[in-house]
């Protein structure tokens, strides 16, 4: 069974910085990532990783946000920096299974999600 716990959530002022941490417990994990949600909009994502450590942004935090991986200890990290109003949010994590596949070799199984982690900016 795969659990992903959030941890580092918390009320800060505009202009600060948070860094929130996700523990995915269970093997063959792949890509992991970073999302968002607030109230009465849809979840967004914000940054994934991929194993190999290949990183993707939203355009709405490139140079504010930084994903990174600790693949030993199975945790994705997100360093957010310069934060915003904006950025409140319910922020969760994600990460995909891989199974093999004769052929293929390892390929997308499923998708989990934590509980998330609430972020408030706000002075």
């Known amino acids: 069974q795969v659990q992903l716990v959030e941890s580092g959530g918390g009320l800060v002022q505009p202009g600060g910085s948070l860094r929130l941490s996700c523990v995915v417990s269970g093997s063959h994990i792949g890509t992991m990532g970073w999302y968002r949600q607030a109230p009465g909009k849809e979840r967004e994502v914000l940054a994934t990783i991929t194993e190999g450590g290949s990183t993707n942004y939203a355009d709405f935090v490139k140079g504010r946000f930084t994903i990174s991986r600790d693949n030993a200890k199975n945790t994705v990290y997100l360093q957010m920096n310069s934060l915003k109003s904006e950025d409140t949010a319910d922020y969760y994590c994600?990460?995909?299974?891989?199974?093999?596949?004769?052929?293929?070799?390892?390929?997308?199984?499923?998708?989990?999600w934590g509980k998330g982690t609430l972020v408030t900016v706000s002075s």
């Open positions: 994600g990460a995909e299974t891989l199974q093999f596949a004769v052929g293929l070799g390892y390929v997308h199984d499923k998708d989990y």
